[in-house]
């Protein structure tokens, strides 16, 4: 973990060399429509044919897919770590690495700390290192391969953020993990929670376990866009 001083004012999303691999990363990702729709017939016809995915299945899909934040959801997960001085951020899904570069980018502007990401497809996290090397910003990430549910077990201290990311049916399980490392204050991101009937009810009461004098926030997003920022849970 790497710490320096805060420096309020400085963006690292204006760095050239984090900008040019957003760019190169976001164009990248903006040519897969076909991949996507691929994806999302997939996903229907599961539904249809009330196919149970495993984690291997999905993670085979997804292989060579980025899914990741848009830039404006990048940017909103960077002034989200920026607003609550996030030193320690847990991402559940790294894929290629988007996420990680905005959380590293403001990690690195609140002074340093830690990315820890994760990423089930080994050519994924080969990537996404690579990404966030040629970002400059490797000092402020580690991302642990294999399963979260085993990888994130010991997060290594307390959690000032988490992003859900990774497949949804796996979010509760992954919140239920990292709760004990929350913190008053921590924030819980989680994209697309409204997937599964009653999810974002079920997140927040997972979150609020076991330790009663804590609070979170979450946030959601879904249909591709931001919204829905739910107000402050007390525990
Ligand atoms: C939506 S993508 C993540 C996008 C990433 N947050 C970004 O913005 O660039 C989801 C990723 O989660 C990974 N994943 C899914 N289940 C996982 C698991 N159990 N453990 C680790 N990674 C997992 C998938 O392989 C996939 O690359």
Same mark, same amino acid.
């Given at each position: 973990?790497?710490?320096?001083?805060?420096?309020?004012?400085?963006?690292?999303?204006?760095?050239?060399?984090?900008?040019?691999?957003?760019?190169?990363?976001?164009?990248?990702?903006?040519?897969?429509?076909?991949?996507?729709?691929?994806?999302?017939?997939?996903?229907?016809?599961?539904?249809?044919?009330?196919?149970?995915?495993?984690?291997?299945?999905?993670?085979?899909?997804?292989?060579?897919?980025?899914?990741?934040?848009?830039?404006?959801?990048?940017?909103?997960?960077?002034?989200?770590?920026?607003?609550?001085?996030?030193?320690?951020?847990?991402?559940?899904?790294?894929?290629?690495?988007?996420?990680?570069?905005?959380?590293?980018?403001?990690?690195?502007?609140?002074?340093?700390?830690?990315?820890?990401?994760?990423?089930?497809? %080994?050519?994924?996290?080969?990537?996404?290192?690579?990404?966030?090397?040629?970002?400059?910003?490797?000092?402020?990430?580690?991302?642990?391969?294999?399963?979260?549910?085993?990888?994130?077990?010991? %997060?290594?201290?307390?959690?000032?953020?988490?992003?859900?990311?990774?497949?949804?049916?796996?979010?509760?399980?992954?919140?239920?993990?990292?709760?004990?490392?929350?913190?008053?204050?921590?924030?819980?991101?989680?994209?697309?929670?409204?997937?599964?009937?009653?999810?974002?009810?079920?997140?927040?009461?997972?979150?609020?376990? %076991?330790?009663?004098?804590?609070?979170?926030?979450?946030?959601?997003?879904?249909?591709?866009?931001?919204?829905?920022?739910? %107000?402050?849970?007390?525990?």
């Amino acid at each position: 973990m790497r710490h320096e001083e805060p420096t309020s004012r400085t963006c690292s999303l204006t760095d050239p060399k984090v900008r040019a691999v957003l760019d190169r990363l976001h164009a990248e990702a903006g040519g897969q429509t076909l991949g996507l729709a691929r994806l999302l017939a997939s996903f229907a016809f599961d539904k249809l044919l009330r196919h149970e995915v495993s984690v291997a299945e999905e993670a085979a899909r997804l292989k060579d897919l980025y899914v990741c934040l848009s830039p404006k959801q990048g940017v909103f997960a960077y002034q989200a770590a920026r607003s609550i001085g996030a030193r320690r951020i847990v991402e559940f899904g790294t894929s290629f690495g988007v996420s990680a570069i905005y959380f590293a980018a403001a990690v690195r502007d609140n002074g340093g700390g830690v990315v820890i990401g994760s990423e089930i497809e %080994p050519g994924k996290v080969a990537r996404a290192r690579d990404n966030i090397e040629a970002a400059g910003l490797s000092a402020y990430v580690e991302i642990r391969e294999g399963d979260a549910q085993e990888t994130l077990r010991d %997060p290594g201290g307390p959690l000032d953020l988490v992003l859900l990311d990774g497949f949804k049916t796996l979010y509760l399980p992954i919140i239920r993990l990292l709760t004990p490392h929350l913190h008053p204050g921590s924030v819980v991101l989680g994209d697309n929670i409204f997937y599964g009937q009653g999810l974002q009810g079920r997140l927040r009461s997972a979150a609020r376990r %076991p330790a009663p004098s804590r609070s979170s926030s979450a946030s959601s997003t879904a249909g591709g866009r931001w919204s829905c920022p739910t %107000p402050r849970v007390s525990r």
